[in-house]
């Protein structure tokens, strides 16, 4: 099970901080992804970063998001800096079995999602 929170009303050039904590034993063996969905648009990737904690971001976010991960926490973060209108969206976390994949059809299990939204 994963259980995203974090999300909220921020302006632009704000920051947020999002946090996906996995139950299970299993979380260090994880290759852990945030994607993100707005309104009438398909679910969109925005970073990963593998069970080793090598991370790989979008474009959209270089520069400013990190992604990071606390093993002993069993919890994946979005440091989210420099908020921008577009940054709007419903952010999932989510797990796969498989490194550095970007698609969301590689992602075996998804917590339920957290609102993020950029005022401009």
């Known amino acids: 099970q994963l259980q995203a929170s974090g999300g909220g009303l921020v302006q632009a050039g704000g920051s947020l901080r999002l946090s996906c904590v996995v139950s299970?034993?299993?979380?260090?063996?994880?290759?852990m992804g945030w994607f993100r969905q707005a309104p009438g648009k398909e679910r969109e990737f925005v970073a990963t970063?593998?069970?080793?904690?090598?991370?790989y971001y979008a474009d959209s976010g270089k520069g400013r998001f990190t992604i990071s991960r606390d093993n002993a926490k069993n919890t994946v973060y979005l440091q989210m800096n420099s908020l921008k209108y577009e940054d709007t969206a419903v952010y999932y976390c989510?797990?796969?079995?498989?490194?550095?994949?970007?698609?969301?059809?590689?992602?075996?299990?998804w917590g339920q999602g957290t609102q993020v939204t950029v005022s401009s």
């Open positions: 989510a797990a796969s079995l498989r490194e550095g994949v970007k698609a969301h059809e590689e992602y075996d299990y």
């Open positions: 299970g034993p299993t979380f260090s063996s994880l290759n």
């Open positions: 970063i593998s069970w080793s904690d090598s991370p």
